[in-house]
């Protein structure tokens, strides 16, 4: 069986909350405006809807199903209480729990809960602190502004998601752990299929998803464990040279804990910033008249631009939680092994919180949006770091090439990123 979706014309239409089902692939393949429609009836609801556990595992154990949490206020309150919703038993990242050979390569810190978790986040944390980023500065703006050259070169019509937005992050963060050049693709290529893997484009049979996850989270950890060996030996100032010798503290990962945690590195920063740029190009695209405003005050708008591009584009659908104990939230019982899911991409459209939610606006202030996460343990090490890239990504591409204009979304099939594959740009 192969995963194709549905032909949109056969899809029947949502017309209440009954008709939605979020563990049919189809719905995720429908267009923005429904998924909008969608969430928004979800989001009326009294209670959070109860689904099922998906078919479709792993092969771990399947539990007991999930709460679509898809209000601003769950989202945070689950987040601050991470004893009662917590990120370890069984993951994070995945509906059904992960079965023990994928947590070998997938089993990082998002994963994992205190004090395990704070051990880790302690040890990787010094790369990301918004001083350390400073120091970054100027690599991410060369990066930025190389890009842009070859764009240049290549002239219109070429593809804005390979050609641009996913190579800022990709770059980024091989530099930072000492990958050189000539693995980029490669690294390229696997992150595909980790963040991917549901969409026939990177796997085109459902029934090979686990072994195409488990060989890309094999691939990656050899690539990262064979450097880590040459820099036990000779240490340079990259991350991975830090990582593996004792620092300050005396602490260091294990060559299991480096491996998980860069393949967590490469998925969680190269994809969910690829896909800031390519939403935020797509949003200055239908919303010309917000272009001219940041074109007009580029630096002194952009903090807020971005902010506003990334609780849009909110590129990390969910995460999930287990529930720990029996616990009342916001007036509803969650029992002890249940899961939640903290639909983002849902929240940072409410309607309690935000103002003419689907309205892009570059200076909405206030803008607690939570698509790096909700606030507690978890919330995104790579925050700044993504930050800088965007702002840098847009101050070269509306310096240099201020008409760009991207096509229409060629969208990738995951519940679980709100991925654009392909779009053309024009210019
Ligand atoms: C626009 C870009 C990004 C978005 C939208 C994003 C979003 C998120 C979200 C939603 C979480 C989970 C929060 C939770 O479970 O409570 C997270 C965690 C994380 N992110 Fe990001 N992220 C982005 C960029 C980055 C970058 C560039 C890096 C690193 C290079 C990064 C590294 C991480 C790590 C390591 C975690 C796990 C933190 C922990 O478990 O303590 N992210 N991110």
Redesign the pocket.
């Known amino acids: 069986m192969t995963t194709q979706p549905t032909d949109p014309g056969k899809r029947t239409a949502i017309t209440s909350a009954a008709d939605i089902d979020l563990n049919d692939w189809d719905f995720w393949g429908r267009p923005d405006e429904e998924r909008e429609h969608a969430f928004r009836l979800l989001r009326d609801l009294d209670k959070p809807a109860f689904f099922p556990e998906p078919e479709f595992s792993l092969g771990g154990i399947t539990g007991p199903g999930y709460h679509a949490l898809v209000r601003h206020a769950d989202i945070l309150e689950a987040?601050r209480n991470p004893e009662v919703f917590c990120?370890g038993d069984g993951g994070?990242t995945n509906i059904p729990d992960l079965p023990a050979e994928f947590a070998e390569y997938f089993g990082?810190?998002?994963n994992?809960d205190d004090p395990r978790?704070a051990r880790l986040?302690r040890i990787?944390s010094r790369a990301?602190t918004p001083k350390m980023i400073k120091q970054f500065e100027s690599d991410v703006d060369a990066a930025a502004s190389r890009i842009v050259d070859e764009l240049l070169e290549t002239g219109p019509g070429c593809d804005f998601v390979t050609e641009v937005a996913a190579r800022l992050?990709l770059k980024?963060?091989c530099d930072?752990m000492g990958i050189p050049e000539k693995d980029y693709r490669f690294v390229f290529d696997r992150s595909n299929i980790v963040l991917g893997a549901t969409d026939p484009e990177y796997v085109s049979e459902r029934a090979d998803i686990a072994h195409a996850l488990l060989t890309a989270g094999m691939e990656l950890q050899q690539l990262v464990q064979d450097l880590a060996a040459l820099r036990m030996e000779t240490p340079t100032d990259d991350l991975t040279s830090s990582l593996v010798n004792a620092n300050i503290d005396g602490e260091r990962l294990t060559a299991q804990e480096l491996g998980s945690?860069f393949i967590?590195?490469v998925v969680?920063?190269n994809e969910?910033?690829r896909?800031?740029i390519s939403h935020g190009m797509r949003l200055l695209t239908v919303n010309p008249e917000q272009r001219r405003l940041w074109l007009e005050d580029f630096e002194g708008r952009a903090p807020r631009a971005i902010e506003e591009i990334?609780r849009l584009?909110?590129?990390?659908n969910y995460?999930r939680r287990k529930v720990t104990r029996d616990h009342e939230m916001n007036g509803n019982l969650y029992r002890k092994g249940e899961k939640v899911l903290?639909y983002?991409w849902a929240a940072n459209r409410d309607e309690r919180v935000f103002d003419d939610p689907l309205r892009f606006d570059i200076r909405r202030d206030p803008n607690p949006h939570?698509?790096?996460?909700?606030p507690?343990?978890?919330?995104?090490?790579?925050?700044h770091?993504?930050r800088r890239?965007?702002t840098a990504m847009f101050r070269e591409l509306l310096r240099r090439v201020p008409q760009i204009e991207a096509g229409e979304p060629e969208r990738l099939l995951s519940s679980f990123i709100n991925g654009i594959k392909h779009m053309t740009c024009e210019f």
């Open positions: 987040s990120s994070a990082s810190m998002i994992m978790h986040r990787v990301f992050p980024i963060i930072m945690f967590l590195l969680a920063g969910t910033t896909n800031a990334v584009a909110a590129p990390v995460m903290l983002y939570v698509g790096f996460g909700g507690g343990p978890h919330f995104c090490l790579g925050a770091l993504a890239e965007i």
